[in-house]
């Protein structure tokens, strides 16, 4: 059955540091999403994408968060200059069409560190 | 802004008594999806309503939508300790992403 992926599934970082989270969404899926999850907390959205462009974000989603589809498989979240509480589980996620109509499935995630 | 709130957010109950979640909604929703997270794992998919009043059914969960479209439940029957994990609603009021609840974390004990 296919699935999302996302790598690493930990990643320790000093605060200030730029990292980059990874996914590869189900290769049909049309739109792409992250969200995070701070331990113990609610999911929480982040932003979505499709067609190559952003088409939603939240408050959290500032100017330190960026995403990218660099190539036709791979979707990207980059946080240039990480923080104490940027610490927490990121998930990627994707689904055929409009998500908010349709089912969202999401990768087992990359917990993000910052020390 | 737009808020779920879900009740009770912590939930202990023995195998095979029922369960329920409640999630309300601040503003009328389009849509609900519900995901269930076991520990350590991901949001997965349990259902989407739709429609105002709808009730839908999984084996032994049922799923309620509200009138007003800003209420919903999950109701368990005669829960099994495969069923732990925290269960969230997702809502959609006008943009195109999900606002998840706050969660309800069940916890079945043998």
């Known amino acids: 059955e296919p699935e999302v992926t996302q790598t690493p599934s930990h990643q320790v970082t000093q605060m200030g540091q730029e990292v980059i989270l990874r996914c590869v969404p189900i290769s049909n899926h049309l739109y792409f999403y992250w969200y995070r999850q701070i331990l113990g907390q609610k999911v929480e959205f982040l932003v979505s994408?499709?067609?190559?462009?952003?088409?939603?974000k939240s408050e959290i989603f500032d100017d330190q968060f960026s995403v990218e589809r660099p190539d036709g498989s791979n979707f990207t979240l980059k946080i240039r200059s990480t923080k104490l509480e940027d610490s927490a589980m990121y998930f990627c996620?994707?689904?055929?069409?409009?998500?908010?109509?349709?089912?969202?499935?999401f990768g087992p995630g990359t917990r993000l560190t910052v020390l | 802004g737009q808020q779920v709130m879900q009740i009770p957010q912590y939930q202990h109950v023995q195998e095979g008594e029922d369960f329920t979640t409640y999630c309300n909604s601040s503003t009328t929703l389009s849509n609900i999806q519900w995901y269930k997270q076991r520990p350590g794992g991901h949001p997965v998919f349990l259902i989407q309503?739709?429609?105002?009043?709808e009730v839908k059914k999984q084996k032994r969960l049922t799923f309620q939508f509200g009138e007003a479209k800003k209420n919903s439940s999950l109701h368990i029957t005669a829960t099994q300790t495969t069923d732990v994990g925290t269960y969230f609603c997702?809502?959609?009021?006008?943009?195109?992403?999900?606002?998840f609840g706050t969660g309800t974390r069940l916890t079945v004990i043998p």
């Open positions: 309503l739709v429609k105002s009043g």
């Open positions: 997702a809502g959609k009021a006008g943009a195109n992403n999900l606002f």
């Open positions: 994408f499709y067609n190559n462009e952003i088409s939603e």
């Open positions: 996620a994707s689904s055929v069409r409009q998500g908010s109509y349709n089912e969202q499935f």
